[in-house]
């Protein structure tokens, strides 16, 4: 009986605790990542972006201290929604970082709306329809997304490399859709093909790609490749083996270093596959070598080169603390000023100039590269192009980019 | 905690035990002192992984079976949900009415489970966990790759219970008392099921099918039908887990969630109905705030720890330990009763000690 009143007694000082209350002069800031599951080396990288921001302004800005607290998913949306829901409920945060995944995104976003007086900027979460379709007011994208990313890579297939044909491998879900879309769009438009009995869509985690490489056409010129890590890494190689021989194009994280890096054939099998992204490891500019730089300093056991994570932890957390600093550190009255001065926003980043549309969705230079074999016998991508401020319609008008319809396995149709 | 007394039969107000008291005066009163945070996410979700955990602890306990499928069972009602009735992703949501789509759904996860019993009753330990561990993994990957049904990947968001008596049901504290309603209501089902005619050959099948067998009992039968009741309750649980969340996609049916669920009933203790519970708040907790405690890269280890810790020490989970703890301070009570009266020189009570 004694023991549990204790118990009880312990619970109900527990629950009354309540939000934890900061110092009045404190801000409390929420970042979500994924620190568990498949994504944690991902999720931990996106982490560094969002330090590296905040010790560049001395966890200061507005002049008010800043205060972390992070929150973990395992790239579910559920767990998503729950770990976000105690950073803004419990922990009583005020602004939140996040989430790293698509459908994660597309979940925050959902609950964004239930919370209108607490302001949430993505993490790197690209999925389309996060601020595309039924945006939350209340919800910034300073780092662009998965069709965004494609840009000028297209138009580079058709005219300068002068691909007609191509066949299409991704995985089967939301984030490779859009990269598809992203793709296709442009390079359907000038008048290139891709029959949708030549696009195959695989599972996450896909080991064995032998069905899919003897289903191939012979007719095509290239094969788009949207697959991420460990599965670019399976198909390259065993593409290879197979005695494949069409050039590839790559997705935003096909190519990337982890793939490069790689031993054994596949290697020079990749020289000369083109891609395009938010972020090149080899940009020759002194503002992308600084970030490179910072962050090589600050964590010392990170990446050889900041991923693309931690770049749109790092840009969308510098996009508050900027719009912090301009209101001076005023969240009152449900956040307004500073979500105006958000929305107003236009900064340098070690990516160029970044500002958000009227949906707070970016608009932000892409990177177009190439595989090259580079001078110590290494692989890595080549800066080819950098494309302007791209925005998220693809330089179309809202109305007719919405009559494109829902990125999926068969948009564009494209034969 | 008296349920056996509760519903032997014999029941009277005056046997009611004062704890049971407390805890229903708190489960009621909770909302009126906790915050939001506290009523939604640690009080209902408590309780709808308590009741998904309590279907598995009533086969476990009971009979002997360990599903790994009951996260499953209650996955396929919420898919089940979304689909028959509406959802915002523009995939199926065929827009039945709410009790229409929430009777079929049980339903559907109850003959699941029936289905899933029947192919795994006639083995035994090990293989019965092999069994079901496939059948959700089965599950899991098909829902992920099935579009035209389960919309894959992305599975479905916009679940919402209805409306009803001009009260949102997701809110906080009319969720919590809707989920507090569910859970207590299988909480006494099962306490009573455990003593009927039912639950008591389900016992003793669990301790000797063979004897059970001669009786002229159909073992396979019964066990079926345990299967049976155990998808009605894990099916109403995902029902509520999908209001819960609001949506429903792999992740919510994927192995590691499965392995929390016989995490949560281990953990509480599978001797008694309230141990899924007790589990499933210690769960609820240590997942919401391992974080808090420690470097995060780390807090997943505070949570293995703890579990571990509750195993190594009390095979029976939290529940055992309690009962120790209970059974250690009567004895010490005793104890210090008989010394007094010892010293007191009373003769009338000497040996106590020994008689209890």
Known sequence: MGKLKHVLAATLALSLAGPAIAAADDIKMGALATLEGAFTVLGEDGMRGVKLALQEFDYTAGGKKIELVTGSSDASPDSAVRAVRKLVEQDGVQIVIGPLSGSEGLAVKDYAKTQPNVTFLNGSSAAQDTTLRSPAENFFRFSTEGAQWMAGLGEYAYNEKGYRKVAVLAEDYSFPYTQVFGFLEPFCRLGGKSPIDARFWVPIGNKDYSSVIAALPDDVDAIFVALGGADAVNFLTQYEQSGGDLPLIGGSITVDQSVLGSKGKARSFVVGTPSAGPVSDTWDDPRWKEFVAAYKKAFPDGFPSPSLFAHAYYINSKAALLALNEVNGDLSDGEKKFREALSNLSFETPTGMVSVDERRNAIADIFLTEVIEGPDGNLMNKTIKVIPQVNQTLGVSYDKFLEYGQVGRENPSCS | ?356
Request: net charge positive; aromatic share 14%.
């Open chain 2, 1 to 356: 905690m008296d349920s056996r007394r509760l519903f032997s039969g014999s029941f009277s107000l005056k046997n009611i035990h004062p704890s049971v008291l407390i805890t229903a005066v708190f489960l009621v009163a909770y909302p009126s002192f906790a915050t939001d945070f506290f009523i939604f996410q640690i009080g209902a979700y408590s309780l709808i992984l308590g009741t998904i955990a309590l279907s598995l602890m009533m086969l476990a306990g009971y009979g002997g079976m360990v599903s790994l499928a009951q996260l499953t069972v209650a996955g396929l009602a919420a898919y089940l949900m979304a689909i028959l009735g509406d959802n915002s992703m523009g995939v199926m949501g065929l827009g039945w009415p709410w009790w229409l789509t929430v009777i079929v759904s049980v339903l559907g996860a109850a003959l699941f489970s029936t289905f899933i019993g029947a192919v795994s009753v006639r083995t035994e330990g090990i293989y019965t966990i092999m069994i079901t561990l496939a059948v959700a993994v089965a599950f899991f990957y098909f829902v992920r790759q099935n579009y035209v049904l389960f919309n894959g990947f992305t599975g479905f968001a916009g679940v919402e219970p209805p409306t009803l008596f001009g009260v949102y049901w997701r809110d906080p504290v009319p969720f919590y008392y809707l989920s507090l309603v569910v859970a207590v209501g299988f909480f006494a089902a099962v306490s009573y099921c455990a003593r009927s005619t039912f639950g008591l050959g389900l016992q003793a099948i669990r301790d000797n099918p063979r004897r059970m067998r001669a009786l002229g009992y159909n073992v396979t039968l019964h066990r079926i039908v345990a299967y049976f009741f155990s998808g009605i309750v894990a099916g109403v649980g995902g029902v509520l887990l999908v209001w819960f969340n609001g949506r429903v996609s792999p992740g919510t049916v994927g192995v590691d969630v499965a392995i929390d669920i016989l995490v949560i009933a281990v953990v509480g203790g599978m001797r008694h109905p309230i141990g899924p519970f007790l589990g499933a708040i210690a769960f609820v907790l240590l997942e919401n705030f391992a974080i808090d405690l420690i470097d995060r890269e780390r807090f997943n280890m505070v949570i293995g720890a703890a579990f571990l810790l509750v195993v190594l020490f009390s095979p029976d989970g939290l529940l055992g330990l309690w009962n120790r703890v209970r059974d250690r301070l009567r004895f010490r009570g005793n104890a210090q009763l008989s010394a007094e009266r010892v010293n007191k020189d009373d003769p009338a009570s000497s040996g106590s000690l020994e008689k209890s």
